[in-house]
C-alpha cells in the first residue's frame, strides 16, 4: 500500500485526507493518505522518510522547511522557495508548488484579466504574485507591515505599505492574508478596500470554508468572487496526479475529489 500525508501545524482541520482518500477509493489505488502534525519543520525529512511515505502534502507553517528538505525542486517552486507537495521517486525527495498553479486555474472563470493587487505578503502571496507574473498578469503587493517586502522588492514586483499606498484601478483584488480565519478583521481599511473593489472586476479570499469579512464586503459591492475552495481542489488534483505519478489524467482525478467537498 501506498501512503501519503500532510504536514502542517494545526493539521487537525485540512481536508486534505478527506479530499485524496476519495480519489484513491474512487479509483481503486491501494493508497491511504493521513493526517501528521509537525511542530518542528527541520525534522520533516526524517519524519517523511521514517514514515516510508510515497508523498505528502505541506501546509503552514512548513513550506519553506520542505523547500530546504527536497533533493530536487522541480518548476515554479524554485522561484518562490516554498513547497507543498513532496513526492518520493528513486530515492530522491523532489519538491513542486501546486498552489500556484491551482490558483491560475481558479481564476480562470473571471476571463482576461492584466493586474492584480495582492493583499498579503505571505507564503501564499509569494506563489501568486510569481505564478501570475508568470501568466502574464502584473501582480502588486500590498501589506500592512514592512518586513515580509523584501522578497518582493527582489523579484522586481511593486510593493506598498498601507501608508504609502493609494488606490487605483486594478482587475483582482486578491486577499491572501489570514484576517477573517479565527478573527473579524479585514485585511485593510473598509474605506481603501471599497475604493478598490469600486474599480475592480473581481475578487478573490484564499481563505475557504467560511466568510470572512472581507467576503462580505465583496458581495455587497456585486463584483464576481471567489473563496478559496476552487484553488484548494485545483492544488489537490494536480497534487494527486504528481503522487500518482501522472498515471491518471487530472479529468479522472477531479470529480471524486470534488465530490469529497460534500460530505
Ligand atoms: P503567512 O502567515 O505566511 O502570511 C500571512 C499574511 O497575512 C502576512 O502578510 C500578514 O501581514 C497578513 N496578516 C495576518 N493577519 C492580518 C490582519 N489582521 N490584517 C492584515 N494583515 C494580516 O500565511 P500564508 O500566506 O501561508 O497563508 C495565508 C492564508 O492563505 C491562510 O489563511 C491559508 O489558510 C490560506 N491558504 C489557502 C489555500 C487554498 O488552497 N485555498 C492554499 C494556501 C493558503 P504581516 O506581514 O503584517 O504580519
Sequence with gaps: MRLFSIFGDPVSHSRSPLMHNSVFNSLDIDA???RTELKDGEKLREVFLQKGLSGANVTVPHKEAAFR????VRGIARTIQAVNTLVYQDGKLIGYNTDAEGFMRAIESFG???TALIIGAGGTARALSIALRQGDIT???LNRSANRLDYFKAEGINTYLWEDFRASSYDLIINTT???LTDT???IPRSLLIEL???AKGAVDVIYGKETPFLREVKLSALPYKDGSDMLLAQGVLANYLFLNGEYPTEQIEPPMKYSFLL
Design 32 to 34: 491511504c493518505y493521513t
Design 69 to 72: 528538505a527536497c533533493d530536487e
Design 112 to 114: 482576461p484579466i492584466c
Design 139 to 141: 501582480p502588486t503587493v
Design 178 to 180: 489570514s484576517a477573517g
Design 185 to 187: 478583521e479585514l485585511p
Design 197 to 199: 473593489l469600486s474599480q
